[in-house]
């Protein structure tokens, strides 16, 4: 099966690919030719991922997923959240800058209760370029922001973000064991279970 996933992320590219495995072909935006700055204009991440698969499947007319995920905490009541990635202002994927200000916000409050939480949108298209199927995927892990970055691994909040059960956070714990417990992780494991039986 061939399939376009929405991202030019190398970071997640390769995430989904090692766990999706031989049986699906995953395409990238690059992979199609698509340079188009895709919008992202809703204000829930399951918005957010839709809209994407729909920009792809309506202009490509290819099966396609998208991703959103946003790191909801507690005391910030649920923020970052959709704005997870553009955080700290600018044009977005500012790590540093946004574990700053995340941090800066906390202070010294305890409660550091938090969340990863990633939507996929599946848009598959039947031979006539119409689409046959539209599900989503959700994968949700729990933990705790620490109070000083650690590890090198990872992007994004990773090295700030230490999932429940664990002494390390993502950046500590390597790709590999993320791969196998991230939020991505349990989402693309719901959608691989439902393309395998198409």
Do not use: W
């Amino acid at each position: 099966m061939k399939i376009v996933f929405a991202t030019n992320n190398k970071h997640k590219l390769d995430e989904i690919r090692s766990i999706l495995g031989s049986r699906v072909e995953v395409l990238s935006l690059a992979d199609i030719n698509c340079h188009d700055d895709i919008p992202e204009t809703g204000t829930t991440l399951e918005a957010n991922a839709m809209q994407k698969a729909e920009y792809i499947a309506n202009k490509y007319g290819m099966s396609v997923f998208a991703d959103d995920t946003g790191l909801e905490v507690d005391a910030l009541n649920g923020a970052p959240g959709v704005y997870s990635a553009r955080y700290a202002g600018g044009d977005g994927h500012d790590s540093e800058a946004n574990m700053t200000k995340l941090l800066a916000e906390l202070g010294e409050n305890n409660n550091r209760n938090a969340r990863f939480r990633t939507v996929i949108a599946l848009i598959i298209m039947n031979d006539n370029g119409q689409q046959a199927t539209v599900e989503q995927f959700e994968g949700i892990v729990n933990g705790t922001i620490i109070r000083e970055r650690r590890g090198g691994e990872g992007f994004g909040y990773d090295p700030i973000f230490q999932p429940e059960g664990y002494n390390e956070t993502f950046a500590e714990l390597g790709n590999d064991v993320k791969n196998t417990i991230s939020h991505r992780a349990r989402a693309v494991a719901k959608l691989a279970k439902y393309l395998s039986n198409k």
